[in-house]
């Protein structure tokens, strides 16, 4: 059975650091992808960023570039988001999925999901 759990929310003030965990278990080889996605209130979920396990590929979101890195553990099968000069707009419920195959950033080809966790960027 495939599981992800994401770790790591908060309240930081504008301009400071926040890294997000992924763990991801019950996959049968690597060959599976773990993206990273946000709610904020009234908006609809979008993507954030992806990185596969098979060749270390990635992909951001053009609102995050340059400020999020994406990167994982395999033999941890863990992912990390590290979020840096966070914005008021950030605000969101971030939530970790994966699925099986390439990359790609887009909520409809992800069947398993985490149960997100509140990143609050606030002075």
């Known amino acids: 059975e495939v599981q992800v759990v994401e770790s790591g929310g908060g309240l930081v003030q504008p301009g400071e650091s926040l890294r997000l965990s992924c763990a991801a278990s019950g996959f049968p080889s690597d060959d599976y992808a773990i993206g990273w996605f946000r709610q904020a209130p009234g908006k609809e979920r979008e993507g954030v960023s992806c990185?596969?396990?098979?060749?270390?590929?990635?992909y951001y979101a053009d609102s995050v570039k340059g400020r999020f890195t994406i990167s994982s553990d395999n033999a941890k099968k863990t992912v990390y988001l590290q979020m840096n000069s966070l914005k008021p707009e950030d605000t969101a419920v971030y939530y970790c999925a994966a699925r099986e195959g390439d990359l790609v950033l887009s909520e409809y080809w992800y069947d398993y999901w985490g149960q997100g966790t509140q990143v609050t960027v606030s002075s």
């Open positions: 990185i596969s396990f098979s060749d270390g590929g990635t």
